[in-house]
């Protein structure tokens, strides 16, 4: 069968020159933003990006930095690939992909920093969303931009939503962490969500290892391994808990969620768990907030992307329905270089060719609001 494809979780990579073109220059001279350069007997290391004079990862070590280094000999042609519109539409060429979201790499770990002020990092959100705009515009019918908020000070949170909307983005992206004390229930964020619904604009949770940030792990693991094995799909566990527990989901029942790049194999699991022992345990603590099974909510308004090759995928069609599952490559980051987009009738072979063009395009159209290219590329 031959398909249309839809990438729901592709990033750009944003060259440091760009943030002098679109940060105000006495933050930049503020937060100096640099790249140092790091030596290592017998491997060329990777340069080290630092803000305020840290590094923007937290607990990245040298033995992490030289096992890395070792990596990206393979990696770093694909890293390229998404500095420039041009290039980026090159590789989706060469993947047969039509079009997709875009979403950020070191934008991301920069405005969630908490060592940065709340202008800092609103300011960093904003320069970023504006050269992302610049960035989609070399394509707009294939390439389409997701906005980045900063979590700092929700008083801003409103202003800046505005700001994406007239940028056209309909998808925003946010981490899932506690971010300066704040869950994503925190009631600071009531208003935010409100208009987010009423704008008709989706929520993308991605995450990423090694944020400055209290990101769920750090405090007991001090490998990548360790740490980036928890830094997704248990955050976003707890993303839909936090989501659920608060009430934002049934204030807003047409507000949509998508979690991305943690897989989709723990939803049957953590829903069957929500459902028949969470629930059920004490249901007059939560009863005005969740009125009805936390499984109902997720089928009701949330997308989840799988990973090529991930078991149980049959039973997270049972589980949520074909509707609500995406996919997305990760491109050009380095933990995902080993899945190649045209195995994926083998490596999901529990699903048909049906569900697979459900999960590949049409229901990504779905979530993100958009229309197929005209010209569309098929595998």
């Not at 194999?265 to 007059?284: A, G, N």
């Amino acid at each position: 069968m031959t398909f249309l494809i839809h990438d729901s979780d592709r990033h750009v990579i944003e060259p440091l020159a760009m943030w002098q073109d679109y940060v105000d220059k006495a933050i930049m001279e503020r937060v100096q933003l640099e790249l140092v350069a790091l030596d290592s007997p017998g491997i060329k290391l990777s340069p080290e990006l630092r803000i305020k004079g840290k590094p923007v990862l937290k607990n990245w070590t040298m033995p992490m930095k030289v096992a890395a280094a070792h990596k990206k000999l393979n990696s770093v042609p694909q890293m390229h690939l998404g500095t420039r519109p041009e290039f980026q539409t090159v590789a989706m060429d060469e993947e047969q992909i039509a079009s997709a979201n875009m979403f950020p790499t070191f934008a991301a770990f920069i405005v969630n920093n908490e060592n940065l002020s709340a202008e800092e990092s609103l300011a960093f959100a904003q320069a970023y969303n504006r050269w992302l705009s610049d960035y989609c515009a070399e394509d707009p019918s294939r390439l389409h931009g997701v906005g980045l908020v900063s979590r700092h000070d929700p008083s801003n949170l409103l202003e800046q939503l505005e700001a994406i909307y007239e940028l056209g983005f309909r998808t925003i992206t946010m981490r899932a962490e506690i971010i300066l004390g704040r869950t994503l229930g925190d009631p600071a964020y009531d208003e935010f969500w409100q208009q987010c619904e009423q704008r008709s604009i989706g929520i993308a949770f991605h995450g990423g290892t090694h944020l400055q940030a209290e990101t769920v792990g750090h405090d007991r693991f001090n490998t990548h391994f360790g740490l980036h094995a928890c830094a997704h799909s248990m955050e976003l566990q707890m993303a839909f808990v936090s989501l659920l527990e608060a009430g934002v989901l049934e204030r807003h029942p047409s507000l949509k969620f998508a979690f991305l790049e943690g897989g989709a194999s723990w939803v049957p699991h953590w829903l069957w768990r929500l459902d028949e022992i969470c629930y059920t345990d004490l249901p007059k603590e939560i009863e005005s907030n969740i009125r009805m099974k936390p499984s109902e909510y997720f089928k009701r308004q949330c997308w989840v992307a799988l990973e090529i090759g991930e078991p149980c995928l049959r039973e997270v069609v049972n589980s949520i329905g074909i509707k609500r599952i995406i996919y997305g490559t990760d491109f050009p980051h380095p933990d995902h270089v080993q899945f190649d987009i045209k195995d994926i009738s083998e490596a999901c072979g529990e699903l048909d060719d049906d569900e697979l063009q459900k999960i590949l395009a049409d229901n990504a159209f779905e979530f993100f609001g958009h229309k197929p290219p005209e010209h569309s590329t098929q595998h």
